[in-house]
């Protein structure tokens, strides 16, 4: 594609955190031309009030989110409420590029989303994470992880794409090498998180109040509640775990944007601790945007600020008999908005870094 | 002992963080005249300039720390670096209560140690951790958590005390409740902590800069590497396990102040998660400092600032059949200076709330 | 008054940061025992539910804010919306020491009042700040600083007080000296301040978010319109100031707490730079909880971090004709609940350092 | 120039926040080559070591900064200590574009500085902040803001050019549409400026440590001892004014970037208030990187983080008869490497706005 014909791209939701972050990638992208931007409360806003940060786009007037409005686009992308997209998709076009950076479409298990949700599941999308490793055979570990199938394969002329949760991304980047290879167990996995506070959206509520947060850490989703676990056991068992049982403990701690997942895993019977890194290499190799670290350097949040970067560490702890991941990423950009671009470049045949950078914004 | 009766208590390295929390303790303890203050490089300079948020004593004098400088005290209070407090304490006489606010006579056994500080052993000194459950009988859970014996009865009359590590008390308390009623199994415990910068100390290293810290998450000591392990396994061989195995990850996240230790353990066989929360409740029912929040309540750091609180909550994942914990303390306070003058009153007979706070600074 | 005879206090409004913060206070007040405790939108409640890090006074319910509830106490503390106190007090008996903390009758002017909060004056009430200087001429300054009247005089016996603004607090003791000596001129004030979010209350706002707070700052209430501008002008010309012009801007940066106000005037013609230092050491050499700095030291918020704490400094630029302070101040302590503390120790005839502490909480 | 015909830049000071900006900036500018990376005491280690946010550059090894290692590229950009660039530059062609990112050649005036700076004064070079008006007159006020003369004239065919400090970029663009219209008096300027710990550099002091910011505010260089008060009394006068006086009062804040800078002047004698704000439209309607925000809407740092852009508001304190300016920045790109990379471009011919963004990553 020529940058002379370039792509229209609609985004639904503007004015919320994943909206904007779509946007601020969007005006970079060498190949698109940004159409209409929608809102609901703030329909007739400028988004210059409501999105400052955005300043080419700030003379721009939010719509309301409907079939018309968003009509007339190659790419349409949902930054709203779990529940909203799937009435909002089904009015739109099948030949339309759709991207859901929400919940709605990630899972395949109804009864999963049923569980964790409480709502009737409104079916599923291809999966926006191009780097998750696809087990040859169900349950069986990859014999070459450098030439194992991924999701990207699946993504070329897809017309739905459902984008995965942060935390999702986080923890299923750390951990899929050894599953795939089948280094570590997946019946008894860890993961703890520090996350920003963007994460939680712009919801008014207390505990998400500057106050509350400065100076401060907090759980949250606590004991099996959180609504990224059923995705995380989607993601390994695709990478070839016969099952997988994981406690997963988010916390709140003060920083605006990033997300640092601690994820551990036993240690395979045996497996051959020399062997694992080795795992991690060969699957993260070539890809452009998940980056092991040189041994022994740890990732921080800060290195991937604004970029589309995963930076993933793995050791093995002997005496503990488990692999211990931390994985880094922006929790707007891999995590939602960066990852929604890449799965469209994807979809689109355009070069699947187009638009999108390594690079973090450090210090 | 009368108000009328002060006791005199020195502090050595009073230009360190630990030192200087220790100060701003004693300041308002009612049963104490602060004596000589002691440092190394800071040696000459008024308080004032090194602690200038310690208004009252600002005008003191830092000594160099010397057995001299040091004599004449009823208690004598070490904020050193490893390595340096078993010289000194071997100086000052006997009758003194000399406590440690650093490592070296933490652990009992000297080969872990060795493994882990690469130096040798100073031996071992009764432990300051009140709240620390001991089991009936080594390896075998208690009857009655309420009644059990703990280490609390075991410092009236000591001259010798060390402090525990601050990752250590979290996730000791956190645990050992259920360590102690048998449970959740501690032979694969997984602790994430959430850590503020003071924890590291006053060294002038690149990764603890305002500019690498702010907006960031890190991890350190990642892989079964980090010092506070074998004290950890310690403290629950204590309560009750008959053996434990952790792995263990603190990260840095952008507070001064604080630890949020997310603590989990599988839930012992034949344990009925309807009754785990019973031997948190038990434990620390009497506990003045140790709180287990009402059920659905989670703890944050902020909650405990300044103060010598430990919050504890806990949580039963049945899907993950673990058991998860979240313990929030101020590390320098619970985790360090709180924790000494918590100990010292006990040692010296004074009431075990004594100049001690449960109140924290919040927002 | 002796410590068997117990002053009770009733706190309401104890679900807002201004009430925790009072709560916090008297919970280490010697000669206070805590009595009712109400609320708004939160009666019914525990304060444990609300107030977390209150340990002490977790079970407490909140009752409803009403002359039945608030009755039968020596002293009503009142953390209410603006507006609401002034009925309130009404209700309640002559001789209850009723202390408000927030705006209402702060001011003795009502032309200001209705200027800049555009209601009707609930009427002026004895103003507690008892660090404030008197002029013993209007419009002259003093001849001697140290042995100036002072607001405390003042406030013996009173049973109605206003607590000052936390802004105001901050500017007025850091120039007042200046004003009253003569030395600098108060018509071309100027003050801007770095202040920690929690002085914007708990409302539900969307620029008090902690994302849009953490990694960021901003200013507000900018070109003369913030309400704190006319109770600096009262102060000043307290002080001994003809007039006063002040231009005052706050910006919102991230931390929890804290104000630190960096207040410049203009160096009175005449005045001798040599001999400006004394103006302020002269001012605040007794003073328990308001301390001048060693010339060179600088103060920070964190030094003052839940102590009734302000630490001054100042300078003279002389290439700019300006004098320069810099206050700090923890905005909920000195800021107003610690100065409605100090306030209720004068008026009760109680020791003014009552359950006060001047060390803060830092790092 | 087309894109085949890159041009090869060199950075000088690669390990340090400065330079690994400029880094950040080049690889995503489209007409660039980056060349050789030096450093000092990092030199022989590879750039991830030091700067791992920088992606694809990771495994670039940085060499010392000498004549041979700088030699064969088109623009050499040097990060270093004051001092160090003169010599540097002397040793590189005439016709290499040099551009100084630290002090030594900003000031014209070398008495200014061996004043402020001590040492003996480097030389003037082009000055980088294409923005800045230039008088028709000396002392005297533009009849038209818009096609007023500016900087950016003077820099097309520069082959020496110094960088503006960052906190003079932010007071400079803040102020100058009033100095340059006449509508307020440069006499009496006072600025107070919020300031992230980047700008302080990777020097270990202990004030820059995580644990002294976190929750805190602390000023320095107060009292018109700063380096950039000449740098900024240079700017306007350039603007216009025959004189300037300002006092200037930094402060740091716990953001890792970002300067709000609140500067305020007098309203010029005989100045219509209502006229003020037409100034500033005026000199900024047409400019690529300083905007100036709706009436009414105010900047904070976090619109500008990671981006080029400088956002400004303005308003009229009649009471105070002042005119009240705040200006937002990142201190490292606007305030330093972007303000290099903009005027490298326009001194090579380039588009101004190539490789440089006005979207800031917020929240």
């Known amino acids: 594609m020529s940058s002379s014909q370039l792509i229209r791209v609609a985004v639904a939701g503007a004015s919320g955190y994943a909206g904007g972050e779509a946007l601020r990638l969007l005006a970079a992208h060498p190949f698109v031309e940004i159409g209409t931007l929608t809102a609901h409360s703030s ?5 210059g009030e409501v999105q400052p940060h955005l300043r080419g786009l700030a003379h721009r007037i939010l719509e309301p989110t409907t079939p018309d409005t968003l009509g007339g686009h ?70 070459d992880l450098a030439t194992a199938a991924r999701q990207r394969d699946k993504l070329p002329g897809a017309r739905r794409i459902a984008v995965p949760g942060c935390n999702v991304t986080a923890v299923t980047l750390g951990l899929q ?11 008894d996995i860890v993961a703890v998180l520090a996350n920003g506070y963007s994460g939680a959206g712009k919801a008014l509520k207390p505990h998400l109040l500057a106050s509350e947060a400065l100076g401060s850490a907090q759980p949250y989703g606590v004991g099996g509640t959180h609504r990224h676990i059923p995705e995380i056991q989607q993601n390994l068992r695709a990478a070839g775990a016969p099952e997988v049982t994981i406690s997963f403990t988010p916390t709140l701690v003060p920083m605006a944007r990033g997300i640092l997942a601690t994820a551990t895993a036993p ?32 990732p921080s949040t800060a290195m991937t600020l604004g970029a589309n970067t995963a930076l993933v560490q793995v050791a093995v702890d002997a005496a503990a008999r488990r692999v211990v991941t931390v994985t880094a990423i922006d929790n707007l950009v891999k995590g939602t908005a960066g990852a929604a671009v890449q799965s469209m470049n994807l979809a689109l045949g355009l070069r699947e870094t187009a638009g999108l950078i390594t690079e973090g914004v450090a210090p």
Not at 43 to 47: E, H, I, M, W
Not at 118 to 137: D, K, R
């Open 177 to 187: 090498p050894g599953v795939a290879a089948g280094v570590v167990e997946a019946t």
């Open 43 to 47: 329909a007739g806003s400028s988004l």
């Open 74 to 143: 190659d790419v349409v992308l949902l930054g709203l409420p779990h529940g909203a997209s799937g009435q909002v998709a089904a009015q739109l076009p099948d030949d339309v590029l759709v991207i859901d950076l929400g919940a709605d479409h990630r899972l395949e298990s109804a009864s999963d989303w049923e569980q964790f949700y409480g709502s009737t599941h409104a079916g599923t999308w291809p999966y926006g994470m191009p780097e998750l490793i696809h087990a040859p055979t169900p349950g069986e570990a990859a014999t």
């Open 267 to 298: 240690l395979a019977k045996g497996a051959d601790p020399e062997q694992v890194r080795a795992a991690w290499e060969a699957a993260y190799a070539d890809e452009p945007f998940v980056h092991l670290l040189p041994e022994g350097q740890w």
